[in-house]
């Protein structure tokens, strides 16, 4: 896939399948989780992760799995 060829091989599954993933966090996510967290290689990140959009459903369904307060 042209878009996994442009990220870092280090930040890509084994299988190639998208985002290698330590746990639940993407191994591109830098920062906290709760405190300030920004994607390492945001002019890069794949389809999925531009349409997450904060406060939208799968940011507060993450945020949620994290504990994180939704309001």
Same mark, same amino acid.
């Given at each position: 896939?042209?878009?996994? @060829?442009?990220?870092?091989?280090?930040?890509? %599954?084994?299988?190639?399948? &998208?985002?290698?993933?330590? =746990? %639940?966090?993407?191994? %591109?996510?830098? &920062?906290?989780? =709760?405190?300030?967290?920004?994607? &390492?290689?945001?002019?890069?990140?794949? @389809?999925?992760?531009? %349409?997450?959009?904060?406060? &939208?459903?799968?940011?507060?369904?993450?945020?949620?799995?994290?504990?994180?307060?939704?309001?």
């Amino acid at each position: 896939d042209e878009q996994l @060829d442009r990220i870092p091989l280090e930040l890509v %599954a084994a299988d190639q399948s &998208g985002m290698r993933c330590e =746990g %639940a966090r993407c191994s %591109a996510l830098t &920062g906290e989780v =709760g405190k300030h967290t920004a994607c &390492g290689i945001y002019d890069l990140r794949p @389809d999925v992760c531009r %349409a997450c959009m904060p406060g &939208g459903d799968d940011c507060l369904m993450a945020r949620t799995a994290h504990g994180l307060s939704v309001s």
